[in-house]
């Protein structure tokens, strides 16, 4: 009963932090962006056809009356309708996120399914060559820029060797008929090896430097001598005792990972052309796209603030030690 009522209440501190951050995305970009008329019409126009326009997405509302629209329409799934686009900001959004998610969950993938074993493997070598080489390749790629490493990558595997495409989901002309159409081919494959790469080498680090440090820690508990004791290999050891208790800030991670990724690869989606929810977001900001741009921004903070929610309920479930209350 009391594991209830606190997933209760971190349910509601939830729903507030949304609640404010949609506010001030709200007043943010319509006090921070310019008039989106000024992109929306050309030159020529009058001041009578600029108020149609005007009039058309409900900008000459008061603010505070336009607030109200945006809080119900928001309650009710209703993004609006881009300024851009002319169209369903949902429809827009929907597509974009499931291309982003694509390149999002293959890379995290890869980087963690890499970085937690091969960051409990250097715990183990602790001291040696291959965990200063492991530590420095970790920070390198974690420092680099993704646009930098991503346009060597372009020059070295498309353009030198001509192994991959460097841009786009598919190659030019193609008709998918849905979603897993899109994905579901090896053209579509070549296309995401180069920025999953990208993405993957830069989140690498995290989970490597984190395990093997949080390894270290575990390493002097008393349970791990004991089961030494035991005579247990040292490879079961490693793995199945010390590992288990050492995946907790991994997973802490992972969350935060996973909600900044999803709209946090702008720079690869710019880079590699890849028509994802980041370069969506680019672009709204650009053209003062306001309800794209909130809708953008909105999820990206769901994402975060769900899936750290979910990791306190997992928390309970890889250490017993831990409680919800």
């Known amino acids: 009963m009391r594991n209830s ?13 949304l609640f404010i951050i949609a506010t001030l995305l709200f007043f943010l970009f319509r006090l921070g962006l310019p008039d989106p008329t000024t992109v929306l019409v050309s030159e020529g126009l009058s001041p009578e056809q600029r108020e149609d326009v005007r009039r058309q997405f409900g900008l000459d509302l008061p603010l505070w009356n336009q607030y109200l629209i945006f809080l119900q329409n928001t309650l009710t799934g209703d993004f609006g309708t881009s300024f851009h686009y002319r169209a369903p900001v949902s429809e827009i959004i929907w597509e974009r996120l499931g ?19 091969l960051g409990a493997w250097l715990s183990w070598r602790r001291g040696s060559s ?49 979603f897993w159409d899109k994905i579901l081919t090896l053209d579509f494959l070549r296309h995401l090896i180069l920025p999953a790469m990208i993405v993957a080498l830069f989140y690498l680090g995290s989970p490597l430097l984190i395990m093997r440090n949080t390894m270290l820690e575990v390493y002097g508990e008393d349970f791990i001598e004991m089961a030494r004791a035991k005579g247990l290999q040292e490879r079961s050891v490693l793995f199945r005792h010390a590992a288990r208790n050492a995946l907790l800030p991994v997973v802490t991670q ?25 370069r969506e977001i680019l672009n709204a900001v650009r053209t003062s796209d306001f309800p794209l741009a909130q809708a953008c921004f909105l999820i990206m903070a769901t994402f975060v603030i769900f899936l750290n929610l979910l990791v306190d309920i997992l928390y309970s479930t890889l250490d017993p030690r831990v409680r919800l209350s």
């Open 254 to 278: 992972l969350a935060v990972t996973i909600g900044l990724a999803a709209g946090g690869q702008v720079v690869v989606e710019v880079v590699f052309s890849w028509p994802g929810l980041g």
């Open 130 to 178: 291959v965990d200063s080489w492991g530590i420095f390749f970790g920070l390198m790629f974690r420092s680099a820029p993704m646009f930098w490493t991503g346009m060597i990558s372009i020059l070295i595997f498309g353009v030198w060797l001509e192994w991959l495409p460097t841009s786009g989901m598919r190659t030019l002309p193609y008709e998918a008929t849905g």
């Open 99 to 117: 291309n982003t998610l694509v390149l999002m969950l293959a890379a995290i993938f890869v980087s963690y399914g890499i970085g937690v074993p």
């Open 5 to 17: 009522g606190y997933l209760i209440r971190r349910f509601l501190q939830a729903l507030l932090a």
